[in-house]
């Protein structure tokens, strides 16, 4: 095929993150099979939460999960951060995350979301995608993707979170868009 | 909002997927025990196989339901589901109607005693009706197909075992050929894990359990049961160069799965720790035996063919090995190895006749260097070799990161291709920008043609030349 052909992807979205910036109640279950709502994992005792969305065929989830895994004892210390990874592995290998996860050693609370319900529900397109909530339970921050040191910038605004700084990066570029 | 076109390689059936508008608008009452949703809406009954209504926008599927859904938490640990409604058939709506409930109990949390128990037991049942009105001239065809589902899992420390057997009764369609058998389907996970271990055995059996919510419909379209492909989901490009697909008509399969972590300080594990996996899945067709002598198997209108529970087939589909290891060696460096061989059935697969089935072997070197913290440099290397269909192919690709932006180049070469001519360079450089919840994507290059499946559908993807532009955005 010769012809030249632009292939041009919008996915814009907007949702109820937007407005009321509080995290949505939808069911997930525990890797012990447990339904439990969106909005009581999230209880940190007024400390930070991340939330991660990832996928056991993910690289680049594996990659910032590894890195956040390796600093997250720091991270605790420090800020009493809370990690919470999400699984969005659909019926091919939902049943598996729990030895994936469990052979990593990660100490992170995990849950699924098989169907793509919480994954919807924040708007999250692509795997890996985090949200950084602060002791209300609002979200402060987020990212996509992983880059390599990105660890780095995250800690960062766990830090600021943390302590109860505003994040002035982000406001400049919400002016600005 | 949708797009005025499709885009080059999402399913279109005819144009039914041409347009723009609101496809979704819904409304949700939730309390602590009832949920209640009126308009779009997604779900899954158990593992899927009598009812997942999902989407995947990569993939252009979006098989949301309209109509009415309400969820109930009777007691801790009880939960029940009902709906109704029709499927979105893109821009329109499929001609079945739905109707279905689901039911699960976990004792654990139900009966507080035994709430810190060691032991943990479920059960859990599903139940859907398809109404679709009798539109064949020659046939006398069921208006009502009744598909229903029992689950249950058991766990004791780190062990867990998942099962899952549905039964669909006879629903002629353009899957089946038209034909009046029941459908069946079962499915059996169990994995034992610990820290730093982790295995997984898995088997599946298929027997003509493809459910569509209109009888007539075929590649991608208004699908209501999921079966799950058994083999892993690759994603290094030429290892995923062959996915396999679930084949609803029939098959038998059986998964191993292993991963093991070298303790850090450990001889193996060096400084960092090394993780390791083994996988091997292998695909059958199953057993199938004609009707009588006169009738051939799976002729339209008739009961089709006998087969029974587990009766494995001597037809091999797919079969893959694989091994991967992962080691970070310094603060600078981290390396990703991985070998797989694989036996692909390319008639079945790919629905092709007189085609050779294709053995491959396939490696792939992943390094990534640390410039800095926040600098990165990433080199990959992925070998397929393989005498069948294009023969030989080779990847290359560099990628340089750094905070916000990322710079990718890769050639993925045909070298081996048996027609010289043929013997062509995808070549791509791209570009992106990250921030927040945005990321733009820019690549110019040749995309070579190949096949995504998920959930035991198919899509084509064809061979593109060009800029490709890529913005998702959340906010």
């Known amino acids: 095929m010769k012809k030249i052909v632009f ?66 004892e720091d991270w605790t210390d420090e800020t009493g951060v809370k990690i919470i990874a999400v699984s969005i592995d659909d019926a091919r290998s939902t049943n598996s995350v729990g ?51 990105d660890e780095a910038e995250t800690f960062e605004m766990i830090k600021k979170v943390a302590a109860g700084e505003p994040l002035k990066e982000e406001k400049v570029e919400k002016d600005s868009e | 909002m949708g797009y005025y076109n499709t885009l080059l390689g999402f399913p279109n059936s005819g144009g039914k997927n041409d347009g723009f508008g609101v496809p979704s608008y819904w409304a949700n009452f939730t309390n602590d025990k009832l949920e209640v949703t009126v308009g779009h809406f997604y779900e899954q ?29 009777i007691v801790p640990g009880v939960n029940i589901k009902g709906l109704i409604g029709k499927q979105r058939y893109y821009w329109e709506l499929s001609d079945g109607i739905l109707r279905g409930v689901d039911g699960e109990i976990q004792f654990n949390e139900m009966i507080k005693s035994l709430n810190d128990n060691q032991f943990r037991f479920g059960i859990g049942g599903s139940f859907i009706s398809k109404y679709q009105n009798e539109d064949n001239p020659i046939y006398n065809l069921p208006n009502n197909v009744a598909t229903g589902a029992g689950r ?168 893959d090995i694989n091994v991967e290891i992962s080691k970070k060696w310094s603060k600078k460096w981290y390396t990703n190895i991985a070998y797989m061989n694989l036996y692909y059935n390319y008639n079945v697969l790919m629905g092709t006749a007189g085609h050779d089935n294709v053995k491959a ?26 005498k069948q269909d294009k023969g030989n192919w080779i990847l290359g690709q560099l990628e340089f990161t750094m905070p916000n932006w990322f710079f990718t180049v890769f050639d993925n070469w045909n070298y081996g291709n048996p027609d010289k001519s043929a013997r062509v360079h995808y070549f791509n450089v791209g570009f992106g920008y990250v921030k927040g919840g945005n990321r733009i994507q820019l690549t110019y290059g040749k995309q070579r043609e190949g096949v995504m499946c998920v959930g035991g559908v198919c899509r084509h993807v064809p061979a593109s030349n060009g800029f490709a532009l890529s913005i998702s955005s959340t906010f």
């Not at chain 1, 100490?107 to 209300?136: C, E, Q, T, W």
């Open chain 1, 7 to 72: 292939v041009m992807l919008l996915a814009f979205v907007v949702s109820a993150v937007a407005y009321s910036q509080e995290i949505p109640q939808v069911q997930l279950k525990n890797l012990k099979g447990k339904v439990v709502n969106s909005q009581d994992i999230i209880e940190n005792d007024g400390k930070p939460v991340m939330i991660c969305f990832f996928a056991t065929w993910c690289k680049p989830c594996i990659k910032e999960l590894t890195a956040f895994s390796e600093a997250y």
């Open chain 1, 99 to 149: 030895p994936f996860v469990n052979a990593r050693g990660w100490d992170f609370d995990v849950y699924l979301d098989a169907n793509g319900d919480f994954k919807r529900a924040m708007n999250v397109n692509n795997v890996p995608h985090s949200f950084l909530l602060d002791g209300k339970g609002n979200v402060a921050w987020q990212h996509t993707s992983y880059l390599e040191g």
């Open chain 2, 45 to 73: 009954f158990g593992n899927g196989l009598t009812l997942r209504s999902y989407e995947e926008k990569s993939l252009g599927i979006d098989n949301a339901i309209l109509g009415a859904r309400i969820k109930y938490t």
């Open chain 2, 152 to 319: 249950i899992n058991i766990g004791y420390s780190g062990f867990n075992l998942i099962s899952e057997y549905a039964y669909k009764i006879n629903d002629p369609s353009a899957d089946n050929n038209y034909i009046y058998r029941p459908g069946q389907a079962f499915l059996i996970n169990a994995t034992y894990s610990q820290k730093g271990l982790g295995v997984i055995l898995s088997t599946k059996w298929v027997d003509n359990m493809s459910l569509r919510s209109d009888r007539n419909a075929t590649l991608s379209d208004v699908t209501v049961s999921y079966l799950p492909e058994i083999t892993r989901n690759y994603t290094y490009v030429l290892q995923a160069f062959y996915p396999y697909a679930s084949q609803p008509m029939g098959e038998w399969g059986v998964k191993g799965e292993f991963f093991y972590k070298f303790k850090k300080g450990s001889k193996l594990g060096g400084k960092y720790g090394t993780t390791i996996t083994l996988n091997y899945s292998r695909v059958h067709n199953i057993k199938k035996t004609a009707i009588n002598d006169s009738t051939p198997i799976g002729t339209t209108g008739t009961y089709g063919y006998n087969t029974s529970l587990f009766a494995i087939g001597k037809e091999l589909y797919y079969q």
């Open chain 2, 361 to 386: 072997n396939i490696a792939v070197v992943e390094a990534t260097y640390k410039i800095t913290d926040k600098y990165a440099l990433k080199g990959e290397v992925q070998a397929m070799f393989t």
